[in-house]
């Protein structure tokens, strides 16, 4: 099957070779005449003659014809932009004499405005220090320093007054009563220091310092009020005027920009409609004509600008579309070639890949069942390592049991060896009161023997050795209580003597029985360590052999997943052959329609 598709492959490649050759030779064409100069692309394939030009022609015009028709747009565009600039210069200048009133409004009497309520504000606050003087002022101190801030704002207000009437552009008459009204501040100064007199003098009496200035503040105060009143009305006045006249102003620059703009919109429009659309729009019916198939008929445009290129270019491509279709023709025969072989070939790929699709989909099911069988060998493992770590615990555990026996019975073979140690002691001090008791029994033989001598000596003396008789007696009583108790010892000491004997041959026996229980336990403790070691071992090898199954499950977890993707890029491949077989039928399809629509256009 490989080798059928390998000799349908080598002849399908030389007829896609040549479609695409054809293909090639067309889109350079096309690209030639796209890219909007005119080149000698289709030199030397057999076109016409007149559709080969001098590149040196074109390159030698084509600064000049590039030039026109920009021109003609940048003179439109300046010729309306000077039009509306010297308008709004025109406007500008009508506004910029509104602008110089406003600030003049602003300068003059706006400003004079504003100097004379800040005058009449510093007044009123002055006379509030004068209150503060009278109320709060009861100590030297207060009084000093509401008296200072009085005339502070006594200066405050004789500065304000002074730099109204010496602003420029003041009215005379507003001059003099700002003159007037300085000159009477001036003189209720003086009275507010009288009443400050009278206020002192009188001993911080209110109502004196009061008494003596009352009244003494209207005339200024209604002056004052009557001037700002004057200077409102005076700049509100003349503010509505310079208002009137800026609306007046842009009303008539609007009217005037809306019929310039109007009138260079109207020429603009015209000489676009004269120079663009009508040129234009003759470009796009001869090129309409040739989406059709007419090819008879020829552009007519003699014109040095950029639609004279096109217009030379569209009739390039006139002739070149001609050549091309000729050539598609000859190679929709080669197309439709190309379209059974490939439909062959596709047809034989899918056999192939349903073939592949099977074999891959046995594989696939021997390896889950080899992963399935690798997982119970590892499920066995891993149990039979638990089995194993089990029985190294319990061996741990015998291990240490065996260990604690043999220190205990190692403690009892010293204290069976400490309590020989000490019976045998027992038996050497029995031994030494044996000897201490010979002693005492010779003593009582003596002592024994010398009271019988004293009661032959006291029965001698007759009545006088009655007495010494008497005690004679009683020490031979005591030498034979002496003695028979002293052979009672005797006779225990000698079954003491023979039970430490007995008891130190028997510990002796115990002990070499220990000595030989410590030797068994001891070889029973190597013992069990071996089997630990040994258990160990079987558990290390269990633990690999469930690794071993693990990664031989993971592998073939790995193949099968492989194995997969190959069934899926196998899938994948059987849609793509049957997506190419589709293709081919559509080639098959497009080489008919094709056919047509050459036919069409040869007509």
């Known amino acids: 099957m490989v080798g059928v598709f390998l000799t349908d492959i080598n002849g399908f490649l030389p007829a896609v070779g040549r479609f695409k050759e054809n293909l090639a030779h067309a889109d350079g064409d096309l ?35 590039s030039k026109s028709l920009r021109l003609q747009i940048l003179g439109l565009l300046g010729g309306s932009l000077a039009l509306v600039l010297v308008i709004a210069l ?20 706006i400003r004079a405005s504003q100097l004379v309520d800040e005058a009449n504000l510093q007044f009123k606050v002055q006379v509030q220090e004068w209150k503060n003087v009278l109320l709060r002022g009861k100590t ?61 003098a009188a001993g911080g009496d209110a109502s004196a310092g009061d008494a003596a200035v009352k009244g003494v503040d209207r005339p200024t105060s209604e002056q004052m009020a009557a001037l700002v009143d004057q200077l409102h009305k005076s700049s509100d006045a003349q503010s509505i005027a310079i208002s009137n006249e800026a609306d007046r102003t842009i009303l008539v620059g609007a009217i005037v920009m809306l019929g310039s703009a109007l009138l260079v919109g109207l020429l603009a429009l015209w000489l676009v409609n ?15 004509q ?21 217009a030379i270019a569209a009739n390039t491509l006139r002739d070149f579309l001609a050549e091309t279709f000729s050539r598609l023709k000859r190679s929709t025969t080669d197309l439709d070639t190309a379209g059974t072989e490939l439909n062959a070939i596709a047809a034989l790929m899918a056999q192939g890949t349903h073939e592949q699709f099977e074999r891959t989909d046995q594989v696939a099911t021997a390896m889950t069942e080899m992963s399935a069988t690798a997982q119970e060998v590892a499920r066995h493992a891993a149990d039979a390592a638990r089995a194993a770590d089990e029985a190294d615990h319990n061996a741990q555990d015998g291990e240490k049991v065996m260990q604690s026996t043999i220190v205990t019975i190692t403690r009892m073979r010293n204290e069976i060896a400490s309590t020989a140690n000490v019976i045998q002691q027992l038996e050497t001090d029995s031994c030494r009161i044996g000897k201490v008791l010979e002693v005492i029994r010779g003593i009582a033989d003596q002592t024994n023997l010398l009271a019988l001598n004293a009661a032959i000596e006291a029965a001698r003396a007759g009545e006088a050795g009655r007495g010494f008789a008497v005690v004679a007696d009683e020490v031979r009583t005591l030498a034979q209580r002496t003695a028979v108790s002293t052979a009672e010892i005797n006779q225990i000491i000698s079954s003491v003597q023979t039970g430490a004997t007995d008891a130190v041959q028997a510990i002796q026996g115990g002990q070499a029985r220990s000595e030989e229980s410590v030797e068994q336990v001891t070889h029973a403790g190597a013992t069990l360590q071996r089997i630990t070691v040994a258990v160990e071992n079987i558990r290390d090898m269990n633990r690999q052999i469930a690794t071993a199954a693990e990664e031989q499950t993971s592998v073939a977890e790995d193949i099968s997943r492989n194995l997969t993707e190959i069934t899926a890029i196998a899938v994948t491949n059987q849609d793509n052959v049957k997506r190419t077989q589709g293709a081919s039928h559509d080639l098959h399809g497009l080489s008919v329609e094709l056919n047509s629509v050459i036919s069409r256009l040869s007509a």
């Open 140 to 200: 030297p101190a207060e009084r000093d320093k509401f008296w200072a801030q009085f005339k502070e704002q006594e200066r405050k207000v004789q500065g304000t007054l002074g730099q109204l009437a010496d602003m420029k552009g003041t009215d005379v008459s507003l001059k003099g009563q700002v003159q007037r009204l300085q000159q009477e501040h001036r003189a209720l100064g003086s009275a507010y220091r009288n009443g400050r007199d009278a206020f002192v």
């Open 290 to 310: 040739l989406s059709e198939g007419k090819f008879a008929a020829r552009v007519d445009l003699t014109r040095q600008d950029e639609l004279g290129r096109l």
């Open 274 to 288: 004269r120079n663009l659309i009508a040129p234009i729009r003759m470009l796009i019916d001869y090129v309409a």
């Open 90 to 109: 025109s406007c500008f200048n009508f506004l910029s004499d509104n602008v110089q009133s406003y600030r003049s409004l602003l300068e003059g009497p």
């Open 31 to 65: 690209i030639g005449i796209h890219s909007g100069s005119i080149r000698t692309v289709v030199q030397g394939r057999g076109l016409p003659p007149f559709c080969v030009y001098r590149r040196s022609v074109f390159s030698r015009d084509r600064h000049i014809m």
